[in-house]
């Protein structure tokens, strides 16, 4: 009878309410949230807008779609370090990160007039460069200088990519010394995307992510 009664001062509440508003309109959209944070469809015009991600030949739709994931993928990466406490002892570079969006927005007075009409500011593009900045100091500071190349897998690489590619021409191969540290920071830079899926990986087991739209 309690449950029943409190369902009609619901019912009555709702009608009333519905009945007092002439209208309601979409303020803004939750696409996804992270943890305890939304992610905003504004969240994704902004990263549209400095190309967080380039744009090829899909459709609109699919493009929102990857920026979407993008940005998820950005929050969950800066959420953990903000949680783990790794956040408050890596030198970060925000300015460099701001600078970055800025010139791939087109410029200071570009960007600012497509701020101000899709409803953004400055501060939007600050702690989007905050969580950039975040990012890049710890693949930096923390996960680069984790990867070690050996000679071993130089020479490995070697005899992969230009000794069997180049098997079926009439030309010779370059000497391993003359390539060498091209190799090496093609390794490096191989193994550093593995260290940062890993790391990405742990860091969604952590992270509670529900995604809204496609």
């Not at 905003?40 to 990263?47: I, P, R």
């Not at 030949?57 to 979407?68: G, V, W």
């Not at 998820?72 to 030198?91: A, M, N, P, T």
């Not at 370059?174 to 193994?191: G, N, T, W």
């Amino acid at each position: 009878m309690r449950a029943l009664g409190l369902s009609l001062i619901l019912m009555a509440v709702s009608h009333f309410a519905v009945a007092d508003q002439p209208q309601v309109s979409v303020v803004e959209e939750v696409l996804a949230v992270v943890g305890n944070t939304p992610i905003l469809y504004s969240d994704v015009t902004l990263a549209a807008l400095v190309r967080l991600v380039e744009r090829s030949a899909e459709a609109e739709q699919d493009y929102r779609s990857n920026l979407l994931d993008a940005r998820i993928r950005l929050e969950v990466e800066y959420r953990d370090l903000e949680e783990s406490g790794l956040l408050f002892r890596l030198e970060l570079e925000p300015q460099t990160a701001r600078d970055a969006l800025m010139a791939r927005g087109g410029g200071f007075e570009i960007l600012e007039r497509d701020l101000s009409v899709n409803g953004l500011s400055w501060p939007d593009l600050e702690e989007l460069a905050l969580r950039i900045a975040a990012v890049d100091a710890y693949v930096e500071q923390r996960l680069r200088p984790r990867v070690a190349v050996s000679m071993e897998e130089i020479e490995s690489a070697y005899q992969e990519l230009l000794v069997a590619e180049i098997a079926t021409t009439d030309e010779a191969p370059p000497p391993i010394a003359a390539v060498q540290d091209q190799l090496r920071a093609l390794l490096v830079e191989r193994k550093l995307n593995e260290e940062i899926e890993r790391w990405l990986t742990r860091a969604e087991e952590r992270q509670e992510v529900t995604r809204f739209s496609r």
